[in-house]
C-alpha cells in the first residue's frame, strides 16, 4: 500500500552481505556503537567494521526498514480484520 514503509535497499556485495546475516542485526548495531571498544570481541567483527562500516550501516536501515514495512503490513491486516468483524456484526443485526 502507499503507506507502507519503503524500504532502502543497500547496495551490498552478497558474500558481504551473508557474513551481515552471519552475525546479525544486534551484533552489528552494538559493533556500531561502541566502535573502538569492540577490540576484544572478536578479529572478524574488528575487520568487518573498519573495512565495511558505512555498508553495515546501509545494510541495518534495510533491515529496519523491511522490519518497519512488515509492522505496517500488520497492522493494515489487523484493520482488515476488525472492519471485517464489524460489518458482520453489522449484517447479523440487521437480519
Do not use: C, P
Not at 546475516?21 to 559493533?31: F, I, K, M, R, S
Amino acid at each position: 500500500m502507499w503507506w507502507w514503509r519503503k524500504v532502502r535497499w543497500a547496495n551490498i556485495d552478497q558474500k558481504l552481505r551473508a557474513q551481515f546475516e552471519l552475525l546479525g542485526d544486534d551484533v552489528l548495531a552494538h559493533a556500531i556503537a561502541v566502535g573502538a571498544y569492540t577490540m576484544a570481541q572478536g578479529e572478524l567483527l574488528v575487520r568487518l567494521l573498519n573495512a565495511h562500516r558505512t555498508e553495515i550501516i546501509d545494510w541495518l536501515r534495510e533491515r529496519r526498514d523491511i522490519a518497519e514495512r512488515h509492522a505496517d503490513r500488520l497492522e493494515t491486516v489487523e484493520w482488515a480484520i476488525l472492519i471485517f468483524v464489524v460489518l458482520g456484526v453489522v449484517v447479523e443485526s440487521v437480519n
